[in-house]
Nanobody
Framework: QVQLVESGGGLVQAGGSLRLSCAAS????????MGWFRQAPGKEREFVTT????????DYADSVKGRFTISRDNAKNTVYLQMNSLKPEDTAVYYC???????????????WGQGTQVTVSS
């Protein structure tokens, strides 16, 4: 069982940066792959990035590659999403998720946070 709480969202101008955090509780966090997904109004939830349990492997959606960086600190039970060069199309509710393996498929994740709003103004 893993409980997830996101933080760090907010309003930022295009070209700016934000860092999201996802604090996890539960004994299985350190064995879990983590992912970030996002959902904009009127759109389906989409994959953003994922990281392996050790942090050694990552994967990104093409739309964020080179701008976003996922990382994790297993000692702090936290996963991070550093977002740079933000664009208005990055506006969405961002969710972190935990699962047993890296995947870009939201159905592969068993635990989800409540989400944090990111708004990028032009």
């Amino acid at each position: 069982q893993v409980q997830l709480v996101e933080s760090g969202g907010g309003l930022v101008q295009a070209g700016g940066s934000l860092r999201l955090s996802c604090a996890a509780s539960g004994r299985t966090f350190r064995n879990s792959a983590m992912g970030w997904f996002r959902q904009a109004p009127g759109k389906e939830r989409e994959f953003v990035t994922t990281i392996s349990w050790s942090g050694a492997a990552t994967d990104y959606a093409d739309s964020v590659k080179g701008r976003f960086t996922i990382s994790r600190d297993n000692a702090k039970n936290t996963v991070y999403l550093q977002m740079n060069s933000l664009k208005p199309e990055d506006t969405a509710v961002y969710y972190c998720a935990a699962g047993w393996g890296m995947s870009d498929d939201s159905r592969k994740y068993d635990w989800w946070g409540q989400g944090t709003q990111v708004t990028v103004s032009s």
